[in-house]
């Protein structure tokens, strides 16, 4: 693992759900730029010393010339933004498959170089969207791929969180700090850490493209240097229209990230918050409650291969979060032992979901400038 | 009442409003064009033959000739749009007073024109906006007056509908009929018939204006004449910023009316098809549930004075409506008997909400036709 | 109409339900002891001084003496539990039909007094028991007729109310005086006043008679005459077990009536307080969310003819309690024409549930006194 | 680890909850009884042969003759109830500490025998009452211990499953054979099963003792040899009163474990299924969401220790599950260390709850075969 220090929240989030399903162990870390913090994090985690770095390129290079059942099989990037291109391009060149958080990097042209390096290298590369790895967002994919709405013609996707209300960077937060600072997080506040979200979910379950965008974004607290609030219409590849809206300043939100989709025949409505339960609305009859780990022949196989639970036991984000990684560990262990993985098992997000991803703020951002209404998204 | 004939919708449910609180009675109308028709509603409805008309223009002539104290109070007219302006009017110049179905007119002109008319004749007139006739709308308005959050900084607001998924205007659906045709129902089709409720409802609870707007509209059903669904991106004179959506093709919604305003210090939720409670959400503590007929001594007087029922004993859409009339007819009989209707008790939507409803279709029109992404809502 | 004067909550209440659907008309009232308070009302309803009665004995006497097509055509009791049978008996006797509120009396052996009148007479009676008005209600009592769910096994039934949790009695609020005190409720407090409510709501919609009661009830709050709080289990008459409970010291509740009822097959769950949505559980498919005036083809007759507006138009606690004013009007205006009332469009409270909710009362405390576990509910 | 094998639903939930931390390394297993299985299950979880065992004895026998830091710390016990007494009771005697799946034993006697023995040895023993690792649950536990509601009056507690709605125990379900066993489940099937955890879950929230029980049980389905529902009237140490339901064959219901309690001043409301949200009802303000994660001012701290994610990213019952542990974790590793500790860090259920829940089931027991009303419960 690189970055995750002892007190960082992301770092604890991607641990607890690697190790979850007994498939992924920690051997090693570069865990901060401060050797201090950086040892007593590895202490904290019983790593022995050894393999305790204090930086990643020592971490990748060290690593590297270990005997390769002793190695570790890949690399978690849980670092901020600005320091995802770097470290993943060297554990690539180095031979390591790579996790990542997302969004994938700072520019979309280094989204697209770490991309044509995953394509060369033929490692194994995925990006953390954690919220793709709920089952009933699964069930929602499954049921529009077999067409049980019809042709899909709406989409509302909206992210309110309210913890930014406040000029929280200037109190001392750390999270709130980076993820405002252009130098750290990017060209995107609002839409670089949220709004990505919610562009990468929208075209993950109705596998429509967005083709061209209407943003506007704001900077409501003033001394913010970020957007911290944003509003996008979409067009999508088939005809497809919606709107897309982030906001960190949404006050008294917590992370209410919102999807509904609506078909000919009917419509589906998620929310992060109560995951365990999809709404299908129906045209022509009563509206459904499909809910995790139950109604065993109405939730499709790759739905329930994401459960770990009977229906009534609820799941939530560390479990959607240890999906991803159980499902790359899955795809890793049948690529080491020389087999394909298959889709239902081995569903993660990969390296074109991260460059979509930046292709995405890059697009919001330069209509976010623009007089025109429309700004084609291009990759 | 002019219009609202035996199988009208929107007829039967004015009725049951404006008589629920025994202040209003029916005792003449000009029920329809057909004569067959007009004299079996007027019977149906119990009331005289001499004073079942058969256009309105015999009804506003026959009943100004008759005594002060037999003669109706006002007229309610509940007819498709297109057949708004003409008997307003009509019954303006006569001296009746006025209560007028949405949106006002057909265009924006014709709505000026019964606006200068309303203040010429210094008549009343109340436009069913039945949405603000909830309690807890005004409750929502009032917090906001008081300051209880701050700034305001964003209003969602939404209104999905599904009920025009499919072309019902050729399967002999007259609703549909009328509300797709342009000749009947003016130049939108979902900004006129939900998205006016929707723009109305943001300005009056935040007490701000639309100055700007960005919109799509589509047709989203092939074969349609008018929009069946928009998106619309908004800005209001204090800065702040939102989003209004309005579908008919949100296939398996019925009338899902919602919105959403925060503000620097917490949010309000309310939404139209659970209209008892009113979710008010806080930075910095846990959210609150409001209720109807509850919770008396946070309740605002001038939601108190719109509730019939103490809480739990839910109250909804026939009840708001009889708000807007019975609030109608107490600024009535208090200007009748030469007193000054008080804000609490004789809160209606008037002539300026719609002249800005009007302002605001033609505004959407425009910004849907142009390339630029920003126009002016001008009224 | 007989007590419902101009301060009592419960006489305005009948009222609006009463005229809701323009089938009856307020023509006379006694509608207080107090000479003063009765003319009062009288006038703030617009009924004239000679129909303005000062006791119902004079009401009753000289409206029986009036010509048929002027006189009053039946009779609304809406006085405190001990002034029901009096002169729900003395209309009868001069031939009015009668729709008296329940319960219907203050013992089991009065109310089968009134059974045996109205059997004699062959006088339509009607008991305002609201809840079985609502159009989810009727559709889940159809649905159990067409074995939708199996044989139906438990019944969970419950009424919490929260505000007699202080001594309210004491501090000059009217209704906690007479519902608290036994010279006016009759032998129960929270059984009398709200979980008869319960009772008939669960042999209404599951078409089951209790059979056997074990019933606990308490004076939760010191100082109080009657009880506050009860439990009660249930047995029915085809071996499905329940539980009934209702309190009124459930602190912060308003007025949370709800039934969940389970066959084999599935379970039906509806809660007043958000009587617009009926959640239909199925043991093998997901779950189901009927709507009022939604979901037409699966809505029945019987729930349909009890909705006045289409889904998302909610309808509440006035609508059901016009629905059987309406049903009742129906019955009536069909009986008065020499017709067989429909049970679809008649469908209303009558006679038997009143004596079967005197039988509950006295078989709960009866059990209630009793060391055995299980005694019988004998009418 | 004894029992658990690989296709055990219970062991993987073990395994997950105690990993999650990081705190907890399984070192050894006796997974089956059957050879074979035991091996094969061992190998999936990466454990090496020498420490993969065919019975506890074995594994209880050389584990203790391991050098001190090499040997299991403690031994997890997840075996039908009928292997519980035996194995818990040898460990205890090697030295070890324990946890045990509930109900804790088959008879009342064996609980109290290892209590007793607890007490003797000093050991520490957690029984996996799952529900009350929640950290709501905490928090509504810390708010009546400091009368935030006032003196406690009514509690209700309700678990409805639908699982066994048919005779699924013939259809080779595995679970089900063995729940509806007597001989492997114990006296009661439904009170046995989830019937203790509601009654825990009473008494934790409240800190109050069941002093007194009515309760009827039945076997629904035709075949079965246990009860599959049931109803107790409670009553409390404090003179509260209550209601517990417990049922298997509530159809379409999963899991749905669910307290409310009311004090003078108001009442709160849980429900497993949505176990990130705390409703809190006020007799004098309205209600308040409390939710795990957010509002940090409000959460106590007891609650926030129990907390891993921020407000917005629900956590559901493997967390929960995983507090058991970690709680447990923390106190065996201060014990280790010489210290003694905290409440708040350090809260899991023990064996008096233990005991308590086998004299829950013996009373109901002993309370449906009588035809008293009331029998005492003694522990």
Redesign the interface.
């Known amino acids: 693992m690189i970055g995750g220090g002892k007190n960082a929240?992301i770092g604890?989030?991607h641990?607890?759900a690697a190790?979850?399903?007994?498939q992924i162990e920690l051997v090693c870390g570069a865990f901060s730029h401060d050797p201090k913090m950086a040892k007593e994090s590895g202490a904290m985690?019983?790593l022995p010393e050894n393999r305790t770095y204090l930086s990643y390129d020592e971490m990748i290079e060290k690593e590297a010339g270990l005997p390769a059942h002793e190695r570790m099989d890949f690399v978690a990037i849980v670092t901020p933004n600005f320091e995802h291109f770097t470290p993943a391009m060297m554990a690539l060149n180095a031979g390591f498959h790579v996790v990542l958080e997302k969004p994938m990097t700072v520019t979309l042209d280094e989204a697209k170089q770490l991309q044509k390096k995953v394509y060369e290298t033929g490692l194994l590369f995925c990006l953390t969207h954690t919220y793709v790895g709920y089952p009933l967002v699964k069930q929602a994919r499954q049921m529009i791929r077999e067409h049980a709405?019809g042709q899909i013609?709406?989409v509302?996707v909206?992210y309110?969180?309210?913890w930014l209300?406040?000029l929280l960077e200037k109190d001392g937060n750390k999270q709130a700090e980076w993820r405002t600072d252009p130098q750290k997080s990017g060209k995107s506040g609002s839409m670089g850490d949220i709004g990505t979200h919610a562009a990468h979910l929208a075209e993950y379950i109705t596998g429509l493209k967005i083709t061209d965008i209407?943003a506007?974004l704001?900077i409501?607290v003033t001394g913010r240097k970020l957007d911290d609030?944003g509003?996008v219409?979409l067009q999508f590849d088939n005809g497809a229209?919606?709107?897309l809206?982030a906001?960190q300043?949404?006050?008294?939100?917590?992370?209410?990230l919102k999807i509904?989709i609506?078909?000919?025949?009917?419509?589906l409505e998620w929310e992060?918050?109560?995951?365990?339960t999809l709404i299908?609305?129906?045209?022509?009859?009563?509206?459904?409650?499909?809910?995790a780990?139950?109604?065993y022949?109405?939730l499709s196989n790759v739905a329930l291969a994401n459960c770990?639970?009977?229906?009534?036991?609820?799941?939530?984000?560390?479990?959607a979060f240890a999906n991803i990684y159980k499902n790359f560990a899955v795809a890793l262990s049948t690529k080491l032992s020389g087999g394909d993985p298959e889709p239902e098992t081995s569903d993660y997000p990969g390296v074109e979901d991260g460059v979509r991803g930046m292709a995405f703020i890059e697009s919001v951002i330069a209509s976010a400038g623009?007089?025109?209404?429309?700004t084609s998204m291009t990759v």
Chains 1, 2, 3, 4 share one sequence.
């Open positions: 929240f604890a989030i641990r607890a190790i979850m399903d007994g985690l019983f709405l013609r709406k509302w909206e309110p969180q309210g209300s406040n209407c506007h704001s409501v609030d509003s219409l229209t919606g709107v809206t906001s300043v949404a006050a008294g939100e917590e992370n209410a509904r609506y078909g000919e025949k009917g419509g992060q918050q109560e995951p365990n299908v609305k129906w045209q022509d009859r009563p509206a459904e409650l499909l809910r780990g139950a109604n022949t109405y770990r639970t009977p229906g009534g036991h609820p799941e939530g984000y560390l479990e623009s007089e025109r209404k429309w």
